[in-house]
């Protein structure tokens, strides 16, 4: 039961090119700092990265795609990284854009053994080319496949050696979901707590979902877009 590893590297050995990850975070909040550097460090190629985001050029995600490790992105919103538009309008890499909600759900449903959905969003336009679609009740649908990970890098709080996670705010919105579809979670925690420090009530994440756990060091969270009040 006790899933403590020393470092992000250390559950990295089965992680081969050409696999799929699930990477938490939204914006550059809650995102798997120390698991992104060990990847670049490993220089595992030719990614499926699924991400909220793409980071920005210098930081998160954004350290891979200058490594030139990541082969397709499936994202929602990919605005604040200038390389990712250098490297899609240059062919050197894949995008898959999702709504927002869409990409949650088609998440959530990968991790509740729901191979598809249908969903009314992006009905008519280009999100629903090549996909089959069906009418309900009067309404037109777009049939969606659930997604899954090889790989899950799951950014939270505090957790424990069983591998129960709580996360803080903004982090808790696409770290959860990915904590339940994929073939190996890796979590790192800013803090690691012994057992029963985490109320029962409050854990986000049940330890059943998580593989292995560390603490993390050096966190940066910086801000994407800073904004100041006018006096």
């Not at 949650?104 to 336009?125: D, K, M, N, Q, V």
């Not at 009740?137 to 709580?166: P, S, T």
Request: aromatic letters at 8%.
């Amino acid at each position: 039961m006790d899933k403590r590893i020393p470092a992000p590297d250390a559950a990295l050995a089965n992680l081969r090119d050409g696999m799929t990850i699930l990477m938490g975070g939204f914006g550059l909040c809650g995102i798997p700092e120390n698991l992104i550097a060990a990847v670049r460090a490993k220089g595992t190629k030719d990614l499926t990265i699924v991400s909220n985001n793409a980071g920005v050029d210098d930081f998160g995600i954004g350290l891979l795609l200058q490594s030139r490790q990541v082969k397709k992105m499936i994202s929602t919103y990919v605005g604040e990284n200038k390389l990712f538009e250098q490297l899609v309008l240059s062919g050197e890499l894949q995008v898959e854009l999702n709504p927002q909600g869409t990409l949650a759900e088609r998440l959530r449903a990968g991790g509740a053994g729901i191979p598809a959905f249908y969903t009314p969003t992006g009905y008519g336009t280009m999100v629903a080319d090549g996909k089959e679609t069906r009418e309900f009740d009067g309404r037109h649908y777009v049939l969606e496949r659930a997604l899954r990970g090889d790989f899950a890098f799951i950014k939270a709080w505090k957790g424990d050696r069983w591998g129960n996670l709580i996360y803080r705010k903004t982090a808790r919105n696409f770290n959860p979901p990915m904590a339940t579809a994929a073939d190996y979670v890796i979590a790192e925690v800013e803090e690691l707590v012994d057992l029963g420090q985490l109320p029962p009530d409050q854990i986000h994440t049940p330890g059943i979902f998580v593989d292995a756990i560390f603490q993390g060091t050096n966190y940066v969270k910086r801000i994407e877009k800073r904004t100041i009040r006018k006096n």
